[in-house]
């Protein structure tokens, strides 16, 4: 049974960082591309960031882009979210997700998510 497992969220004041991470278990980890997307309240589910299976390629939403860092380590089964300057508009629920065609429509695997909370 596949089990994507986040942890690292909290709460953080406006402009602190916090690095969220994923642990994966049940499938070839190292096959599958990773994502990162995020849900706020009463908001649909978005995609942050998204890195292929050897880690050399990554993507991200534009809010992202400058400020945060989606890694893996492979020999770990681990994705991680390094989030910096973060912002009151960033509190959402952030889910780990592994898609095995990078394609990210109809996602193979999610994770249960981690609360992200920024304050003012």
């Known amino acids: 049974q596949v089990h994507l497992v986040e942890s690292g969220g909290g709460l953080v004041q406006a402009g602190g960082s916090l690095r969220p991470s994923c642990v994966a278990s049940?499938?070839?980890?190292?096959?599958?591309?990773m994502g990162w997307f995020r849900q706020a309240t009463g908001k649909e589910r978005k995609f942050v960031a998204t890195?292929?299976?050897?880690?050399?390629?990554?993507y991200y939403e534009d809010s992202a882009k400058g400020r945060f860092t989606i890694s893996r380590d492979n020999a770990k089964n681990t994705v991680y979210l390094q989030m910096n300057s973060l912002k009151p508009e960033d509190t959402a629920v952030y889910y780990c997700?592994?898609?095995?065609?990078?394609?990210?429509?109809?996602?193979?695997?999610w994770g249960q998510g981690t609360q992200v909370t920024v304050s003012s």
């Open positions: 997700a592994a898609d095995l065609d990078n394609v990210w429509i109809g996602v193979d695997y």
């Open positions: 049940g499938l070839p980890f190292s096959s599958y591309h």
């Open positions: 890195i292929n299976w050897s880690g050399e390629s990554t």
